[in-house]
């Protein structure tokens, strides 16, 4: 366990510890001795002596072998430093400093001879440029953050280090406790991954919350967060959605799935929760830190007035819960004590008047309808309610098995009530909206759970591998990374991808005898590599039938073409049975700078774009995938039959997304795919048109199989 | 001024007056006391003396004829008390009491005789069941909430008590005033448009925030939220979205003009701001009560940490707001001062030693450059930084023109600098996020305001009323409510609303003699009343060229129909030109039991209720309406020229959607319409499937003109 010594310290050593109480040294030994922390705690600096122990100039002079040291030294000294530590036999670091990113180059040099000396030395390092980390169960606040929090089982990660200040300011006004809190700063050593790794193991950690701005080993993350997420919840907030518009790119695909898009795709795959704001985090986490995770998403509202219950319910719709239905037991014993003016269903309506007991009692009720997985309690301030005596009821009562959250609605009138139901560990929040939004994330974990538990199922096919390494061997020869459309068609038709009726021809004689041979009506496109838009230059004609159509077709496109765009290079034209079809699928790849390949599959045409009807998964994808990846879109409502339409062959659509994730799999040279449209009819699939663009960074590369994908199968 | 009385009234009975605690009697008559009422206040009740007061054992007895009664006394003696309360001269009533809506019919006849007793003399009322009113500037608390607000602009309305109760709690510990505080109640009586039309006179009130679950007079409300939002915003929360699921319905149209977006459409066109919580409702109303209405949308925002001003930019991107571009001569400024390590943009990133300073000048260069048109301050607190000194250089240097709102984040750290912040009537809010949500509804007001100042521009076109009168007519004298196609298409043709090359033939040479002179490809489908679903009984052939295909045609659909339907009444087929189109669009029309007719445009065909890009307006639409009923759908931008594609004929599509308005507007009889398909090729619009179904309860029924519309031309 290489961060046990980093979070769970015996012995900690401050460099940097210092009397000057507005220095950051001041503020961590300060912090780890109001902490209350019991191991040995050594002071390094420039006195002699400091909060009344000895203060060593060197962490080498210190008689044991420290397991933490925290680093609060001008950035010039702390790769020395950081040596020092090596040699005196450290095994952890946090470095709080800040000023290597800014200072440029030599920062950047500086942080690689860090990097180096964690390696030598094996010491696990976080930061630099963060607050520090606390551990509260042992009283390890290793930060210059004032505010040692409460210890429970929520684990949080920062990549700012102001929210961290903010949220620990919160959570100890609101009893929120944590198993370890991490402002983890620049990242150049711990990252995400690594955290998601060693928190899993501890049973402490029941769940991670984080907030982040960037991801670095994208390959990393996605396998911890898949492990951690299998069994705890990690609840995220990411910020720059809005930062990085999709670039400009050679396809519909490129554009479709924007960077914020792809990582809304990896955090699916990989189960993390992704909220919307601070708030929902922090409302997560209040959850999180004191309530049990419901088992589905059932939800039932006690409330003492409509319009709240009302609004409650709105917001529950909207997040995809549902109002659980009163079992028939608990409408029996609901009547049997409540005024007969209750609303008689869920929200259950208690009314103006209800006392403690009524609220109890219809609590103690609902919790046992095991069609109920959770419960917010609304509370207005009306004449009669005691906000207090409900608040100490609830209190008493619990704990709960079923997750139970407050909603006191007001401020001077309930805070006495509140900071009851907050001392009691039910988490209380200003709006009923917002409890019911918390139970709206959190409720998704047993889903997320499960699928990350199946096994996926491929499939057991034959694909022409050589042939198509050949393929883009030969688009490679001729010194292309685009593939023209006969090319693409066919390296897809190596993957089982289904493609009909084509062939080449390159003469006017050839062209009748190839129509033939595939049956008309045929379409005739121009081929040839350098012509991408082949529309524009008069390069298509359809529905040809008779002999006399083909060649004129032929003649024209060859003369409208050589006209339009003489320079470019003419292997001939493309003919293709012309297929009818019920609706038009996009199936595309591209490349994300982070993430690699991810596939996109959707409503196709022209209007891909626009109407953005897309769904986005990573590589590989086996059968449930493929089904998951299908649903996400509105146009799986019509392959699937829609309104009395019958339905297509959608398991071949699934065969057929597999085989193409097997194709993107196999070639870490493919960057950039669009088969746009996929023609859809009841009975098959067609590619009717494909784009293949090849990554030059790669073209000829020996790399290891899968290296490109962050998921490995 | 009916209600000055009411609200401002010179004298004040409180009628239930009582010295037990725990009635609303005593509570009222304290809360008047505490509130510091100014006029005469006098006590009806039992004792001979309350409060120190000779209190009157009935209204009548009172020396001078009272302003307002307050009414506090069980259900059943209210009528009772009502009539003594006109007879003895009062102007206005306020009743608290509940328990009318609960008596079932014997609450109604109470409600009816006091609504007939208000008239007669000449009282307004609020109530029942209400928790009264407050105005605060003249120390008016006639409610049972203890709490009393300070004085503002704000005009609060709640349908809900509890709310009520809510908000004041939290207005009182923010400093939120308000003009007048209404608890609406069941408003047998006065209701949201009467209070709109006050409240537009008085100029103490600068906006209106609402809570509301339902709306009687639809009518009137629209008139009067018209009058109201043309001059200062509404800002409202309707609860019940999911409540009602949209009802079966025989059109299109029906299911997508759901209760809930009928609302939405009603509430844009009466430039009601909608906000989607209780969280949002309070944010606007704290920065109501204490800031300008900024001009436009483009905001800067001040930080002293990067990760909330990148949360912050998300949500002002999603609120489609504009972060505003900082001015070269802005840069220059805060070149001059700031860190050479600040953002250099937008957001303005101070670092996080920032000083009040620091602060102080950032916001007064930021708040003078013409291109920014509101800021949000965010503090995190950090270890150099003040929050007490940032917030109170604020409120010093302050008002400002603009808005300024502030997210000191945090709890404890920053409580004190919070509470300078809201007595500074800076309004605090807990997340960026906030923030920059409530500034996103409330800059939404100037463009809102000007939309309904706009004078709508009809259009000059001739249409055969006549003609239309008499084609609805012939329907109702078949017997029938619902149009068969030729019908509908032929009473668009009446509004001009174009069809093409439509024939009837009720033989087999009839049809190729049409046919010829319409012109080949046709398409003949069977006409029958009676059929509603004509593919499903083989009465649709498409693509009939020759005399022999339409022979042959003719007999197929007769034998099928005739074996599938033998009942149904056969008037012949229908022939029509087949046409190519590219895009298909829907224009249909709903009464809704609220709001009536409401009409629907958007993308037609089979999906349109999948991908329902659709958008829904309230007749009447002149051309500026129908510019924005397109432009709110996606397929506005197919229509208008996508990708280099050319654009079809708006201008055209426009006039079609007044025309289609205006015959929803000459009769009131039409209950629903669906055109869908309406083919749009880039030359034309048309017809090509119609359906119309008349309500049966407004047939042969004489009504004012335009009486079925709540917006009067």
């Known amino acids: ?58 962490i080498g002079q210190i008689e044991e072998k420290v397991d933490l040291a925290v680093i609060a030294i001008p950035a010039k000294f702390v790769p020395g430093v950081c040596i020092e530590c090596g040699e005196a036999g450290v095994k952890g670091l946090i470095i709080i400093t800040a000023g290597f990113a800014e200072a440029g180059e030599e920062g950047k040099k500086m942080c690689i001879e860090i990097q180096a000396t964690c390696q030598k030395y094996n010491m696990r390092m976080i930061g630099p440029n963060c607050l520090g980390i606390i551990n509260p169960r042992d009283g390890v606040n290793a930060s210059f953050a004032s505010v040692m929090p409460e210890a429970g089982g929520v684990a949080f990660i920062s990549q700012s280090g102001a929210l961290c200040t903010a949220i620990l300011d919160w959570a100890a006004n609101q009893h929120v406790g944590f198993s370890y809190f991490v402002s983890i700063g ?51 907030l990411k910020a720059g959605k809005s930062s990085e518009g999709a670039a400009a790119a050679m396809s519909h695909t490129g554009s479709l799935a924007g960077n914020d898009a792809v990582y809304d795709a990896v955090f699916d795959r990989c189960g993390c929760i992704r909220v919307d704001s601070i708030c929902d985090l922090w409302d997560c986490a209040h959850v999180l830190a004191t309530q049990n995770i419901p088992q589905n998403n059932r939800l039932c509202i006690i409330t003492n007035a409509g319009g709240p219950g009302v609004i409650s319910t709105d917001r529950l719709v909207s ?38 007991s009524t609220y109890q009692k219809t609590l103690d009720v609902v919790i046992k309808d095991p069609q109920i997985d959770g419960v917010v309690v609304v509370l207005t301030p009306q004449a009669m309610t005691d906000p207090v005596a409900v608040a100490k009821s609830l209190v008493e009562h619990g704990p709960y098995q079923k997750p139970v959250l407050a909603s006191w609605m007001g401020q001077s009138e309930v805070e006495a009530g509140v900071k009851i139901l907050e001392q009691g560990k039910i988490p209380n929040f200003e709006t009923p909206e917002r409890a019911v939004t918390a139970f709206g994330y959190i409720m998704r974990h047993p889903d997320i759970a499960a699928k990350l538990k199946e096994i996926p199922k491929y499939l057991d096919v034959q694909v022409d591998y050589e042939g198509a390494k050949k393929l883009i061997a030969d688009v490679v020869a001729d ?58 230059v008069g390069g298509v004609k359809v529905k040809l039938t008779t002999e006399e159509e083909i060649r004129k077709a032929y003649r024209d496109i060859m003369t409208s073409v050589k006209e339009k765009k003489p320079e470019a290079r003419i292997h001939g034209v493309l003919l293709e049975k012309m297929v009818g079809f019920k609706y038009e ?35 590989p994808i086996g059968l449930q995938e493929a089904d998951r990846l299908i649903d996400g879109t509105k146009i799986s409502k019509l392959l699937r039959g829609y309104r009395g339409m019958p339905a297509c062959d959608v398991e071949g659509l699934k065969k057929i997304l597999v085989q193409f994730s097997k194709m993107i799999m196999d070639f870490p040279e493919i960057s950039e795919v669009d088969i746009n449209p996929l023609a859809v009819s009841y009975e098959e699939f067609l590619v009717l048109d494909a784009k293949i663009v090849l990554d030059k960074n790669m073209i000829g590369k020996e790399v290891p199989k899968y290296s490109h994908l962050v998921i490995q199968p």
């Open 585 to 619: 699928c996009i199936i595309g790849c591209k490349k994300d700078p982070l993430f690699g390949p991810v596939i996109v599959f959707g409503m196709g045409g022209v209007t891909v774009e626009l109407y953005k009807d897309t769904n986005i998964a990573l590589p």
């Open 319 to 356: 997040v995809h819960g549902h109002l659980a239905k009163l079992s028939e037991s608990t409408m029996t014993e609901l009547n049997g004590f409540l005024s007969p003016f209750w609303s008689h269903s869920n929200p259950v309506d208690v009314l103006g008047d209800a006392t403690a």
């Open 1 to 58: 366990m290489q961060f046990e010594p980093l979070f769970n310290p015996k012995s900690v050593a401050v460099i940097g510890a210092s009397d000057r109480k507005e220095s950051v040294g001041y503020a961590v030994m300060n912090n780890m001795i109001k902490g209350g922390y019991k191991g040995h705690l050594y002071p390094v600096g420039r006195k002699p002596e400091l909060f009344g122990m000895k203060c060593y100039a060197k």
């Open 479 to 536: 010194g292309r990374t685009t593939f023209t459309e006969y090319e693409g068609k066919m390296m897809f038709s190596k993957y089982g991808i289904p493609i009909k009726g084509m062939a080449k021809a390159s003469t006017e004689d050839e062209a009748v005898a190839e129509a033939m041979k595939i049956g008309t009506p045929v379409v005739m496109k121009i081929l040839s590599p350098d012509i991408m838009h082949k529309t524009d």
């Open 186 to 236: 620049s990242s150049i050593d711990t990252d995400y991954a690594d955290l998601f790794e060693f928190f899993a193991k501890d049973p402490k950690v029941t769940s991670i919350l984080m907030y982040i701005e960037s991801i670095k080993d994208a390959k990393k993350f996605v396998l911890r967060a898949r492990e951690f997420a299998a069994d705890k919840p990690i609840i995220l």
